[in-house]
């Protein structure tokens, strides 16, 4: 009988073991490159709403493999070089990804939100278009828009705008006055910076999430000691440098999210909704979600 008991404590214990070292390995994976060769292209044909854009792709070796689909807009006086590293590290865990230029660096939020979903619907057509390199590879159901400060608002107006067009929005330290998203009815991820002076969370972020409807899965991650930046390339230019580094971290929740919402691959879900590993508590300064 003893022995029997200790039996079933030693297989419940080694199952929830084995079932958090394979969790601590699934986050692993998400903060780093993922397993897919990364592909880039700029040459398809031009549309009006935005200026060009580079195309980052999974190499996949898998006949007719389908591959969701994200647009992103940089912020303002930003160019897609910004963003890049979102591109190689979406498109390395299976994604095709489309960072735009604006028609003008100034172009207000308005004005992105137009371009992003241009950029969705890009992605779309070239995965009919017969010389494009994405033929053939492009679910147009699955399509989520994701921008940085004015981009982030962008982001923002289009899934309130497009929602039934989209799956998902992730605005990275949006900036919006007055932002009312109330009407959004799609998940969406929002990231921002304690310390960001450009866009101050507490007027533009979070008011930005908690405007977000109740009735949604949303979730809000601000970085503790974070500026304006911390979700863009780090390019060395001065101005618009993250000041610490998180990539890690806000890849991985931006991987998970979309590898849920427009994959609608359920395994992801505790790397979403879980709780958050000690290392990374530490590392922000407000985490709030609604699962739904
Ligand atoms: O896109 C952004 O970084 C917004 C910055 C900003 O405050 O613009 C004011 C004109």
Redesign the pocket.
């Known amino acids: 009988m003893k022995s029997k008991t200790n039996f079933i404590f030693l297989f419940l214990t080694s199952v929830l073991w084995i079932n958090a070292a394979a969790q601590e390995i699934h986050i692993r994976q998400l903060e780093e490159l993922g397993p897919y060769q990364i592909e880039r292209y700029n040459d398809f044909p031009t549309v009006s709403q935005f200026a060009n854009a580079d195309i980052y792709y999974p190499k996949s070796k898998i006949q007719n493999q389908q591959f969701g689909g994200v647009a992103i807009s940089p ?2 006086r ?1 160019k897609k070089e910004n963003l890049s590293w979102w591109g190689e590290l979406l498109a390395s865990h299976g994604f095709a990804v489309l960072i735009l230029d604006t028609n003008t660096l100034n172009d207000l939020p308005e004005i992105r939100a137009e371009a992003l979903l241009a950029g969705v619907n890009v992605l779309r057509s070239e995965g009919t278009r017969k010389a494009s390199p994405l033929v053939g590879m492009i679910n147009p159901e699955n399509m989520a828009v994701m921008g ?4 982030g608002g962008g982001a923002l107006l289009a899934a309130q705008l497009y929602g039934e067009q989209l799956k998902a929005a992730i605005p990275l330290t949006s ?1 919006q006055p007055d932002g009312d998203f109330s009407k959004t009815n799609i998940p969406t991820l929002a990231i921002a910076g304690e310390v960001d002076r ?2 101050v969370s507490d007027v533009h972020a979070f008011p930005h999430y908690l405007s977000l409807p109740g009735n949604i899965a949303k979730m809000y991650i601000e970085i503790k000691d974070g500026n ?1 930046f911390i979700a863009n390339t780090s390019t060395g230019q001065d101005r618009l440098q993250p000041n610490i580094d998180v990539h890690d971290l806000v890849g991985r929740y931006g991987i998970a999210w979309l590898k849920l919402f427009l994959d609608r691959d359920e395994s992801y879900r505790p790397l979403v909704f879980g709780d958050m590993p000690e290392k990374d508590i530490a590392r922000i300064s407000r985490w709030e979600f609604l699962e739904n």
């Open positions: 912020g303002f930003e940085h400060s004015m981009g900036w450009i866009a304006h």
